[in-house]
């Protein structure tokens, strides 16, 4: 029987050792998404090849499947910003309801601490989603200066 020694690269070892650590966290971020009630699935699909592309990098060691794993990793940290923005535009989206609501009540108060709140929702949603957010908030504000005239 004959042993091949495979060569060892301590530098790869120490990015794939990352890149272990760093799958962990990502885990974790969707384990606080899903405990939320939010839809996983697809982050859960992109972590089933992360591991066996790890195992792979570390048999050989090879720079491209050590990116395979990088592109792997970079696509369920989209997954998981995805699902995270959609809870801040669906919590939005809810924050416009209830302000429309209190503006058709009269109670222009707190259509303004709605209104306040939803700017600060609007600096962190992806560039599509904040379009719609502005022009319905632009709407509450107009509304709420036409009251105070």
Do not use: W
């Not at 379009?131 to 504000?141: E, P």
């Amino acid at each position: 029987m004959v042993i091949v020694e495979m060569p060892k690269d301590e530098k790869t070892d120490e990015i794939l050792d990352s890149l272990t650590e760093h799958l962990t966290e990502l885990k974790s971020e969707t384990s606080e998404l899903r405990k939320k009630g939010l839809d996983t699935k697809m982050i859960d699909l992109l972590m089933m090849d992360v591991l066996p592309k790890i195992r792979l990098a570390r048999t050989t060691y090879e720079e491209k499947d050590v990116d395979s794993v990088k592109k792997s990793l970079a696509m369920i940290r989209n997954e998981i910003d995805s699902v995270q923005a959609g809870t801040d535009f669906d919590a939005a989206l809810e924050s416009i309801q209830n302000a429309y609501e209190f503006i058709r009540e009269g109670n222009y108060p707190e259509a303004l601490k709605i209104y306040l709140k939803l700017r600060d929702v609007y600096k962190k949603l992806p560039e599509e989603m904040r379009r719609i957010v502005y022009v319905a908030s632009l709407d509450i504000h107009k509304k709420i200066l036409k009251a105070q005239e």
